[in-house]
């Protein structure tokens, strides 16, 4: 169900892609220095790193900046299955900033990512984050595959209880 959500809003993004395409104006200007500076603000105080920057939490938020969004090994398990927190600096390389505000307005992730406070961003400050995280480049490697609910992960996780 989460897959296909996530399938339509890529046709989606794929679909405003060309739009950008066809109409030069609208096509991704080279990043500014303050849309990147309130990205990293956006960033910081929405509480992205909490889970998509190992040990961001643990450590008071000290992790240094080169680290962030990597990803984690942590697991959250529940209903769902296992899910991990996906390594954002990759991601970020991987799609257009048109895609992403597609993206970011339209997909349905499965728990505990608050993909409802992405739909809720203005378009303006998603283009902040995508050109912070994307001014950062590429570093670390993939976070673990999603598990289905019935298989038991490796490694450490958190256990969400079954909903009353
Ligand atoms: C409470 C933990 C948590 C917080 C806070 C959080 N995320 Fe996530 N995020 C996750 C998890 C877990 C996944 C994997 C979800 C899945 O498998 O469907 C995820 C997935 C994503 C994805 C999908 C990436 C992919 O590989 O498809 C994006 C994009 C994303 N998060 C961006 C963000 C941004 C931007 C913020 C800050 C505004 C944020 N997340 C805050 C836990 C979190």
Redesign the pocket.
Known sequence: M?LSR?AAAVALCGLLAHTAHAAPADQAKPADPESIERGHY??KI???????TAGYTQTDGQTPEKDWLTGDLLG?QGP?GT??????RL?MQEITEDQ?VG??HN?R???????Y??HA?SETDLRA?YRF?HSLGPAGTL?PT?LPPGQVPQGPRVTFPEPQ
């Open positions: 989460y996530i956006l960033v929405t509480g992205c790193n909490d889970c998509h959250w769902w899910t991990y927190a996906s390594n954002l991601y992403w993206i970011a997909a992730f499965r728990p505990p990512m608050p993909w406070s992405l961003m984050i995280i976070a999603y």
